[in-house]
């Protein structure tokens, strides 16, 4: 069973702090790998994609992705209470593109 | 307008009753995909589409069927709904992919209750 774990949280930062949240996956010949963000009810949103190995950045956002550990990060900067939601780690697995996702990481951030 | 959308966004239904969720895009990409979503579940795949004669099983395909009547429309039929089909349903759809796996692209939700 292909997986993907992520730590449920929450996490709470305060506001202006770096928010690290972090996945690991199952499936060594995973290629592809996403962080959507999700808020409360409504549909998940993608924040990165990252496809090699190291750090990519957008804005505050960045991803980071060691496939030889089998995790991927992502670093949010200046976190802003806007930032609070649940956020998806996701993997393409055997080598296909059906994704798996994590349950996600419920992230706070507090003024 | 909406890339992606689902209807209905909301539904109450009985024990045993057919439903069926419709799913469109105007995003014009061959791949479509049915999820689930339940509280500490995650997202589950029930059935996915990589173009209008190319349906698979996902996941979790029991007590499901899908419909692709044409590149941007893809249904999802409960034959006999159950209470453990309550859940927030998603649609999706991606481009063909190149190299690597394509981004996909989420509808608004569904949100089904099974009494």
């Known amino acids: 069973q292909k997986e993907v774990e992520q730590n449920s949280g929450p996490l709470s930062v305060p506001e202006g702090a770096i928010a690290s949240l972090n996945c690991t996956y199952s499936?060594?010949?995973?290629?592809?790998f996403f962080w959507y963000r999700q808020y409360s009810g409504k549909s998940p949103e993608l924040i990165m994609s990252?496809?090699?190995?190291g750090d990519k950045e957008d804005g505050r956002f960045t991803a980071q992705l060691n496939k030889a550990s089998q995790y991927v990060s992502l670093l949010i900067r200046d976190s802003q209470p806007s930032d609070s939601a649940t956020y998806l780690c996701?993997?393409?697995?055997?080598?296909?593109?059906?994704?798996?996702f994590g349950t996600g990481t419920r992230l706070q951030v507090f003024p | 307008d909406a890339d992606v959308t689902q209807t209905p966004r909301n539904r109450i239904t009985k024990t045993g009753k057919r439903i069926m969720l419709e799913c469109s895009q105007t995003?014009?990409?061959?791949?479509m995909y049915w999820y689930r979503q339940d509280p500490g579940l995650g997202l589950r795949l029930i059935y996915y589409?990589?173009?209008?004669?190319?349906?698979n099983k996902g996941e979790i395909s029991d007590g499901y069927s899908v419909s692709r009547q044409a590149q941007a429309k893809f249904s999802l039929s409960l034959e006999s709904a159950i209470p453990n089909q309550t859940a927030l349903y998603f649609c999706?759809?991606?481009?063909?992919?190149?190299?690597?796996?394509?981004?996909?692209?989420f509808g608004p939700g569904t949100r089904l209750t099974v009494l």
């Open positions: 995003k014009g990409h061959d791949r």
């Open positions: 996701a993997v393409n697995i055997d080598n296909t593109d059906k994704l798996i």
């Open positions: 999706a759809t991606s481009d063909s992919p190149g190299l690597y796996t394509d981004t996909q692209y």
């Open positions: 990252i496809y090699s190995n």
């Open positions: 499936d060594r010949g995973s290629q592809s």
């Open positions: 589409s990589f173009d209008v004669k190319d349906i």
